[in-house]
DNA sequence: TTTTGATTTGCAACCGGTTGCAATGCTTTA
DNA sequence: TAAAGCATTGCAACCGGTTGCAAATCAAAA
């Protein structure tokens, strides 16, 4: 029932080598034979065996994509472009979803079953750790979003967090709100920490510090929404910088509904310019991150490293830009 | 470098099948040659190879998951869904993005060359012949979200979207609305044309005709929101049911801007539930899929043809539900 | 102690490709 | 026409597992 590189090899009458010559890029055969192959391959309904050229060249082309952010619809885009891009490079995408454990151990161990060329790690949640095993376990990994490391083991891909987060408080400053506030995403991830940083820093070259500092417990609308009460109830601020649009976007609401005006009373900025934040509801100042530059520099970096595994652990920093609509002052 | 079987046996003291037959579920060692065999595996860091047990048992446990919706935020629910069910059961999603190439040939072979076990289609858009071509390349297919058909050549999972329009006829109907219009998603996805017709059936049997047909081009607010536009511009309509949310809450921004008053004036429905409509800014009534019942029983159905891939086509169907929001008056 | 039957084990062939190497065929140059 | 050089071809071993079959082991029954 099946067709193997025998079949065909017999009805082209060459030998096995010759079949699987003509299916290899670049190897030797001549025009006449790679025509007799082709021919008895159409007529057989032939499809080459991935799997057991996987087990002769040890090369699967199979890329774990693992993924813990099922939940922010800024994901979608990210999920998108590397199912595009490895696509285009005939590399296939393993999906492995971190949400219900993420303990990467046998996740580790499962994607060195299948023997992937290589693991993406895209989360700005999940622990340096967790890329950190895949690479221990002799994967070459290239973690998305990542936290920028100085003298890092692992190749990183994404934005400066930290400078991200000075960039927000200067936009705010500038805008002359005088009480900052930050409302993060959850506590204990690196991006939320480094953002914190780096407005803080900011702030303080200007002698200031921030007048609240709140977490969401998700990344979610209704987390923001109850954090900017929380917010509300204990300080008082006209410039707040969210850790995402969807946590923003909860928090925009809560303002707008006790009655403060945005963005005389209070300015509010987001953070990577989903496209609910464009709506007319909303209208959100934002930060956006170049999703689409960064996959795609994510995707070059895994090529390389399935050229170089060895290469030396890298770091890709991209820049953010502010997304100007209606909940921040114009400049003075 | 890399631990073999072989290793672990000449390690163990044992023969490859006794290694072999360790890691295989059900096959006949003793216990003390099992813990032999452990030991020396974790001494040396065996893990088994999946790729070469794929090629000896024509099994890779590897699950094709084709999708072509990564606009629609209701659909990372799906997507994550499908990942844990999958991992559960200790298969592997290969993700294939149908976006830029709808023509499924390319996928279909690359599918099989992968030797894949069985693919998901999971979109609501793709025609059926796409679900089909995988068929026909002898692959073992579900098609999740897809069009329900008496005598179906392919398994379905999803929503009778005839009786989801119908449904949507009636409630506008019991709320007194009396010119009732339809806001559809793009006019070639058989969901958006069998909600209609089921729409068009229902108020037919009430001596009705729907006073307006509209169709968005994509699964997007923008779209809804000048679809909406259009709609008004020639029409007078008071009750109107939306394709999907994401197009819905574009159409009711631009009622609200328009200065019509929702529901009082105009009840606006959408479909899909997801998670923006339940947002303070909209408030959203819509029709809720039970997506996490249909992913399951997806899942469930794709165990089962792994068993038998002969199994003849069939068909589930669940129920959809209203879910009360603020666009619609309430019943009389 | 011998026989019987069930369990456990190892041998060797196989899954469907790739690839180094030596042999063959062909063209080019002297 | 013979020798040299290059492109093409086939052989056979290998990738890392699984599995049918027969032999070996073991415990229970006679």
Redesign the pocket.
Known sequence: M????????KRA?????????T??EG????????SKVMKAAKELG????????S?????TQLIGLVINNFHNPAFLEVLDQFTRLLQNRNLRPLLVNLSDNPDPADSVEMLRQYRVDAVIVASSTLPPACAAAFKQAGLPVVNVFGRYNPSPDVHVVGIDNRHAGSMAAEILLARRYKSLGFLGGPEKATSTQDRLRGFTDTLKTANLKPTAVVYAEHYSYDAGYKAMHKLMRNKRVDGLFCGDDVIGLGALSAAREAGVCVPDEMGIMGFNNMEMSAWHAFELSTISQPIADICGSAVDLVGSLLENPERSAETRLFPCALVERSTLRGMP
Chains 1, 2 share one sequence.
Request: aromatic share 4%; proline share 2%; net charge positive.
């Open positions: 099946i067709i193997t590189l025998a079949d065909v090899a009458g060459v030998s096995r080598s010759a079949v699987s010559r299916y290899t190897a030797s055969v001549s025009d006449k034979t790679r032939y499809t080459p065996n991935i799997i057991a050229r087990l002769a060249t040890s090369r």
